[in-house]
């Protein structure tokens, strides 16, 4: 980087941890796309003068409201409600909604910018926003749930609509949370449309949505392999979460040949040397989804595998690594590990699942590795598939939902190699995804004129 790059991103860099003190995820997420993007914007000095970066990084709106609700023995407890709408440059604004304890400014700031990049990656016309609140909803009754989902929406349906930002779930807000918060939507408003997305099949949902961001991320991950004449045929993957994307990630990855070795939770990992199978899944689908248990209770039912409390997956030797469950899972220690067991590729479920320290490790150690913006993408291309039905009145087959999810997949990896092929012919995809997510935006930002 020449000095006057490196100047520019140090001064950029400097307002925005000045600017948003104490968001330390969303100076991590900010800084890896300024780093990215730098060259190119001071090559390009319209896009400096236009301010286009330090527009982005600044959502055009946040909300955040308090949510009341009542629990099964009558206290009134009080969470944080948020919406971050980051861009709308190129399309209404899209991004989940994460019911988890750890959700803050920072970690909503953080998704929202990341969103925005990831959304204009998936060639689809969706802005960039995030949501979310400090619920937890573990352990919590159905009633409590539902009735926290009605609180959460009665303030925030007047910021969302089809037309102006799309919600969907994430950690925490599975088909359950999306089904009462869409009930109370409807309720509130007295219309029937497509503002949330992850909708139940016989209301509006698209086929294959719930599958589609653990599916989209193998699609890709084949993608990255096929570069070096490798697959997921017989090979060894670590899983980490067992959540939505770390189900449907397992479930492709066994399917297309791999031995899945892993899954985790908060609590632990499970090590299964045997990998998962079509009946063991169908366990993991049950015991997650319906009796909402603890990854631990598969080593009880499967006692070929090994349960390790307070530990992570990533200690397991394999072949390829899929962090899925949240942000910075993955550090330097956790990628030596990945480095020193063999890995040859690492492809991101989760959204920044892995610390810039062990990105370093991982890269430097010429490891394929592909961030969450570009590799778990086919999450949110599905919702805007499931917009697009929705606006149509249609309800397209799961074929013909994979065949679109496929070809995204596909030409996101394209844009990957176009901007992240490096002068030695090696791919950096971080750098890939960012560029590629970035020009699209700054162009509809410079069109749109000072909004
Ligand atoms: P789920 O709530 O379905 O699952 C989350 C999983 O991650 C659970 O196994 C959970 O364990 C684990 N987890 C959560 N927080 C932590 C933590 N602090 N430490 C260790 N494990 C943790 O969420 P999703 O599967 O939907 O989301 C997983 C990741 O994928 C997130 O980063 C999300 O932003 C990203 N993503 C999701 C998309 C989607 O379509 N759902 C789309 C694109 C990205 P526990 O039960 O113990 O909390």
Redesign the pocket.
Request: glycine share 26%; charged share 15%.
């Given at each position: 980087m020449d000095i006057f790059t490196k100047n520019y991103l140090d001064g950029f860099m400097a307002e925005v941890i000045g600017r948003n003190p104490g968001e330390p995820e969303f100076h991590q997420a900010v800084r890896e796309v300024a780093e990215s993007v730098a060259p190119y914007i001071t090559s390009a000095p319209y896009l400096m003068d236009l301010k286009v970066l330090e527009r982005i990084a600044e959502p055009e709106r946040i909300i955040i409201f308090r949510v009341p609700w009542t629990d099964d023995r009558g206290t009134i407890q009080i969470n944080r409600g948020f919406r971050v709408q980051c861009s709308s440059a190129i399309g209404p604004y899209k991004g989940?909604i994460?019911f988890?304890p750890?959700v803050n400014l920072s970690i909503m700031k953080f998704?929202a910018f990341e969103q925005t990049f990831k959304n204009a990656l998936t060639t689809l016309p969706m802005g960039g926003a995030k949501g979310g609140s400090d619920f937890n909803p573990?352990g919590k009754s159905d009633g409590e749930v539902m009735r926290f989902c009605q609180s959460f929406m009665t303030e925030m349906y007047r910021h969302i609509g089809a037309d102006t930002d799309v919600p969907a779930?994430?950690?925490?807000v599975?088909g359950r949370e999306i089904g009462y918060l869409f009930g109370q939507y409807k309720r509130l408003k007295n219309e029937f449309n497509g503002t949330l997305t992850g909708k139940g099949i016989a209301w509006g949902g698209s086929l294959l949505r719930p599958e589609a961001?653990g599916y989209g991320l193998c699609y890709f991950a084949e993608q990255m392999l096929a570069t070096r004449g490798a697959g997921f045929q017989g090979s060894k993957v670590n899983i980490s979460?067992?959540?939505?994307?770390?189900q449907y990630a397992a479930q492709k990855a066994m399917r297309l040949g791999a031995k899945v070795q892993t899954l985790?939770?908060?609590?632990g990992f499970v090590y299964d040397p045997d990998g998962l199978d079509e009946e063991k899944m169908a366990y993991v689908f049950q015991l997650k989804n319906m009796m909402r248990g603890r990854i631990s209770e598969y080593a009880k039912k499967y006692p070929t595998a090994q349960y390790f409390p307070g530990q992570r997956p990533w200690c397991v030797p394999c072949d390829i690594a899929m962090p899925?469950?949240?942000?910075n899972?993955v550090e330097a220690q956790d990628a030596e590990n990945i480095v020193k067991g063999g890995a040859i590729c690492m492809a991101e479920?989760?959204?920044m699942?892995t610390t810039p320290d062990a990105i370093r490790i991982i890269q430097g150690a010429g490891l394929l590795y592909s961030p969450?913006k570009a590799s778990?993408a086919g999450?949110?291309a599905t919702s805007g598939l499931e917009m697009s039905q929705n606006s149509m009145r249609q309800h397209w087959t799961a074929e013909e939902v994979d065949s679109y999810l496929r070809r995204i997949m596909s030409d996101i990896h394209a844009a990957c190699l176009k901007y992240g092929t490096q002068e030695d012919g090696t791919v950096n995809y971080v750098k890939g995804a960012n560029l590629a997510g970035f020009i699209k935006v700054a162009g509809a930002i410079v069109d749109q004129g000072l909004v």
């Open positions: 989940g994460r988890h750890s998704l573990r779930g994430d950690i925490g599975g961001t979460g067992s959540g939505n994307v770390a985790s939770d908060s609590d899925c469950a949240t942000q899972e479920g989760a959204n699942p969450g778990n999450g949110v």
